[in-house]
């Protein structure tokens, strides 16, 4: 069975801490609740959760400084902020630092739901390419980076596989034989309207026409093979973060 998702609450306003706690266990979270920033970081040292949903306005040290000594702690944690009274200066600090948002009290529990359900769950990635020694090393290695990975040589198979199973990106070769990427991409646009694609070719003048069509069309960036693995999975990251600050409301361009 796998673990239940584990998330710290942190608000010196305790009904509200509780009212929060008590919903998310009833949606099948392990919760845990403190009161203050100091025994936060505390917390966090002794057993990291999976997930800090944190007031900023607390007696001691308030949510942003907390935030900044989580983040020099578990540079990776999640962390959202809430708040009645946040200023547009204390969330643009708190996004500078790292948090995911900084949610307006009372909170939007769907959208926190939405969050919190989507943001362990495995990473789908869908690579779209003829050559299979290509495909295959590529999965190998972000298979090894816990990414879930699906391969497909034949264009007219995509549509039907991200109708089977949601992916998070397509990874997309320019050059398939019988039709080119900007075509597949067009078809993908079609289906899919926002769906983030990652454009890969190792044809750079040659294919130039096509990935501009590409860009045109939408495509979220373009990389040239023989690529660095870390470039891409910074674009994988970064598409992952913009999806899950979108379900806690933060208007975001994928």
């Known amino acids: ?71 020099s702690v578990v540079p990776d944690l999640p962390v959202v902020l809430m708040s009645a009274y946040a200023t547009e200066e204390q969330a643009r600090a708190a996004k500078k630092l790292g948090a995911y948002s900084v949610l307006g009290k009372p909170i939007d529990i769907q959208g926190l739901l939405s969050f919190l359900s989507v943001f362990r769950k495995e990473k789908s990635i869908l690579i779209v390419d003829d050559d299979p020694k ?73 294919m130039k026409g096509a990935i501009d069509k590409g860009f045109e069309i939408g495509a979220y960036a373009c990389l040239y093979k023989p690529f660095e693995i870390d470039t891409l999975v910074e674009y994988i990251e970064d598409i992952d973060r913009k999806k899950l600050q979108s379900l806690l409301g933060e208007k975001i361009d994928i």
């Open 134 to 206: 290509f495909s295959q090393t590529l999965k190998d290695i972000l298979e090894s980076r816990n990414y879930k990975v699906e391969t497909e040589a034949n264009s007219e198979n995509v549509i039907n596989l991200m109708e089977q199973e949601y992916k998070l990106v397509v990874l997309l070769d320019m050059n398939l034989g019988s039709k080119d990427g900007a075509e597949v991409l067009r078809d993908i646009r079609q289906k899919y309207p926002t769906k983030p694609v990652i454009l890969i070719t190792g044809y750079g003048k040659e």
């Open 1 to 71: 069975m796998k673990p239940k998702t584990k998330i710290l609450v942190v608000d010196d306003d305790r009904r509200m801490a509780k009212t929060i706690c008590d919903i998310l266990r009833v949606k099948g979270f392990e919760v845990q609740e403190v009161n203050s920033g100091e025994v936060a970081i505390g917390k966090i040292k002794s057993e990291t959760p999976d997930c800090v949903l944190m007031d900023i306005k607390m007696d001691g040290i308030d949510g942003i400084e907390t935030l900044k000594i989580i983040k």
